[in-house]
């Protein structure tokens, strides 16, 4: 089943302790990407990546990191986690961003930083 | 870069009503419209998009139109059921230019009353 995995779904932790979010896709895509969505704020970009060792900042880069080493994996990392970081987390997948293709959304991750 | 604004935020109607949510946006150059319907607690998902060569696109009981003089573009849902509930968010991109990235709305609550 072609699909994007997102882990863990929740998690709550608490600030200055390092997490990382993984995501993984099997649909041989080349471009991934991660959004954070926080109520009347839609679907802000964080980072994105166009191909295997490509990686470019989105609208909300500041307190995050990514990397992708393989081209099914994108994870997600937090340093340094704070409060304002509280957010549902959702991973994203497409076969190309140059042909406007159909984006496939993760199930999310629900973190909560205290 | 594209900016792209939603209304209305929310909009409730009746069963069996219609419902039109519209999307301007400020880059001329976007040429990929997509639409995405996110249930509660679910992952955002494409039910349509539209390409800047068409005007309107129509499937079952959703339409998109598209005016490019006025950089608007509008979600029509005929014959309202209770499970078209849900938010939607629209998207514009100009898929032409390297490392352009898709930008959503901030999204429409909307409520089908039964």
């Known amino acids: 089943e072609a699909q994007v995995t997102q882990n863990p779904r929740y998690l709550i932790t608490v600030t200055g302790k390092k997490l990382t979010v993984t995501c993984s896709q099997n649909m041989n895509h080349e471009y991934m990407s991660w959004y954070r969505q926080d109520p009347g704020l839609g679907l802000r970009q964080i980072y994105y990546s166009m191909n295997v060792e490509v990686t470019d900042k989105g609208d909300v880069p500041e307190g995050y990191k990514v990397s992708r080493k393989e081209k099914r994996n994108f994870p997600l990392i937090l340093e340094s986690p704070s409060p304002n970081q509280t957010s549902l987390y959702f991973c994203a997948s497409s076969l190309s961003l140059s042909g406007a293709y159909e984006q496939y959304f993760g199930p999310g991750t629900r973190l909560t930083v205290t | 870069g594209e900016n792209v604004e939603q209304h209305p935020s929310t909009l409730s109607v009746q069963e069996g009503d219609s419902a039109v949510i519209k999307c301007t946006y400020s880059?001329?150059?976007?040429?990929?419209f997509p639409w995405y319907k996110q249930e509660l607690g679910k992952r955002p998902q494409l039910i349509i998009d539209?390409?800047?060569?068409?005007g309107e696109k129509k499937d079952q009981r959703i339409a998109v139109t598209l005016n490019k003089t006025a950089k608007h573009f509008s979600l029509h849902i005929t014959e309202t059921q209770p499970e078209d509930s849900a938010v939607y968010f629209c998207?514009?991109?100009?898929?032409?230019?390297?490392?352009?990235?898709?930008?959503f709305g901030a999204g429409t609550i909307l409520r089908v009353k039964s």
């Open positions: 880059d001329s150059a976007s040429n990929y």
């Open positions: 998207a514009a991109i100009n898929s032409m230019e390297y490392g352009n990235k898709l930008v």
């Open positions: 539209i390409r800047s060569n068409v």
